[in-house]
T-cell receptor, first 115, second 115 residues
Framework: SAVISQKPSRDICQRGTSLTIQCQVD?????MFWYRQQPGQSLTLIAT?????????ESGFVIDKFPISRPNLTFSTLTVSNMSPEDSSIYLC????????????FGPGTRLLVL | AQKVTQAQTEISVVEKEDVTLDCVYE???????LFWYKQPPSGELVFLIR??????QNEISGRYSWNFQKSTSSFNFTITASQVVDSAVYFC????????????FGEGTQLTVNP
């Protein structure tokens, strides 16, 4: 399976600021996904990012709040904009396995705390 | 709409006990995929298994086994002879062929294995 890394692994931010999270994959993948996991809760899909097209956002998530870039087949960024304490979560990126495109593998996650 | 229910919020067992984690799903699609992921305290999400809707064969991998029953819309996960390292949150997830790779997660089951 693909090896996925995320930066930063964790951060503490002040409300009103923005944070950009990076996701790097060691192989080319078509689809990348961004999920949010609020404290003690399950994972919720934020958006799907395909290279060369606009990200597709799920209900309840908007581009102004969570802009996503996908400049190539191995890299994506998610920005959490104008943060509030409610944005404190783990943010995870995932990719479809190139051999088994029905299975998603996840990065280690970025733990974000907003004060 | 797709939905995954993990009714067991927390389970606590003593080492070497067998434990079964329940997962019940809802979908209108005839082609779908079921998954189990493990999330240890470090936070990363580890893929355990994928099953497609046309394959009801049970699967065994070491101490892990999975029982997929379409008649009851269940995909249960059993750990035999549990170990302390099995302590984690376990998520069941579903994706439908019609909605692409969008994963819907259950709420997760926190498994604690005590020595």
């Amino acid at each position: 399976s693909a090896v996925i890394s995320q930066k930063p692994s964790r951060d503490i931010c002040q409300r009103g600021t923005s944070l950009t999270i990076q996701c790097q994959v060691d192989s080319q993948v078509t689809m990348m996904f961004w999920y949010r996991q609020q404290p003690g809760q399950s994972l919720t899909l934020i958006a799907t990012a395909n290279q060369g097209s606009e990200a597709t956002y799920e209900s309840g998530f908007v581009i102004d709040k969570f802009p996503i870039s996908r400049p190539n087949l191995t890299f994506s960024t998610l920005t959490v904009s104008n943060m509030s304490p409610e944005d404190s979560s783990i943010y995870l990126c995932s990719v479809e396995d190139w051999q088994d495109q029905e299975t998603q593998y996840f990065g280690p996650g970025t733990r974000l705390l907003v004060l | 709409a797709q939905k995954v229910t993990q009714a067991q919020t927390e389970i606590s067992v003593v080492e070497k006990e067998d434990v079964t984690l329940d997962c019940v799903y809802e979908t209108r699609d005839t082609t779908y995929y079921l998954f189990w992921y493990k999330q240890p305290p470090s936070g990363e999400l580890v893929f355990l298994i994928r099953r497609n809707s046309f394959d009801e064969q049970n699967e065994i991998s070491g101490r892990y086994s999975w029982n997929f029953q379409k008649s009851t819309s269940s995909f249960n996960f059993t750990i035999t002879a549990s170990q302390v390292v099995d302590s984690a949150v376990y998520f069941c997830a579903l994706s439908e062929a019609v909605s692409g790779s969008r994963l819907t997660f259950g709420e997760g089951t926190q498994l604690t294995v005590n020595p």
